[in-house]
């Protein structure tokens, strides 16, 4: 895959990476970083669920960033590589997820692919792990996911290289104007 950026950096003289090129639109970036950090200050669902389905996301789009970093908060509580290893096909069957995190991955893999995986059984599952309003949040935020790995990926700004990067976990910025 290409790393090359396809958009330039509105920052003279800072390479092309997510907030130089959204600083070609600067209102803009200051409302959805703020959207984001919104999401995650947001403890309606837990940081180590809404991580789960980052990193579902991750795999599926293949987004290197997106595979590599992990937020401090749900490292906190308690997402570790072992579980992180299991958030590929045949999660199904893992020892280590539990069956909370196994109907958010489905949900994820729904969202993603086809709503027809959330049916019978996988409904049920969700529904009896989280309610409605945990439902509505982690949908906004696979759907975030989704569209941050296809920009990274699209506008070519994924890095060359990267090692597992643990990073703090989005806040909000100041309310946007």
Not at 25 to 54: C, T
Not at 55 to 69: S, Y
Not at 129 to 150: D, M, N, W, Y
């Amino acid at each position: 895959m290409s790393t090359t950026p396809r958009v330039s950096s509105a920052i003279a003289g800072e390479p092309a990476h997510f907030g130089s090129v959204l600083a070609h639109h600067p209102v803009l970036a200051e409302r959805f970083m703020h959207l984001y950090g919104q999401f995650w200050d947001s403890d309606v669902l837990s940081a180590r669920l809404k991580e789960v389905a980052r990193m579902r996301n991750a795999r599926v789009t293949e987004c290197g960033f997106c595979r590599n970093v992990r937020f401090d908060k749900a490292v906190g509580q308690g997402l570790n590589e072992t579980i992180v290893a299991d958030i590929t096909d045949g999660y199904e069957t893992s020892d280590k997820l539990s069956d909370a995190e196994k109907a958010v991955l489905k949900f994820t893999d729904a969202l993603i692919h086809d709503p027809e995986l959330l049916t019978g059984d996988a409904r049920a599952a969700l529904t009896r792990h989280l309610s409605p309003a945990q439902i509505a949040e982690l949908g906004l935020g696979i759907t975030l996911f989704l569209a941050l790995a296809k920009a990274l990926i699209t506008m070519g700004l994924e890095p060359e290289q990267m090692g597992r990067t643990e990073l703090p976990t989005p806040a909000p910025a100041a309310a946007p104007s």
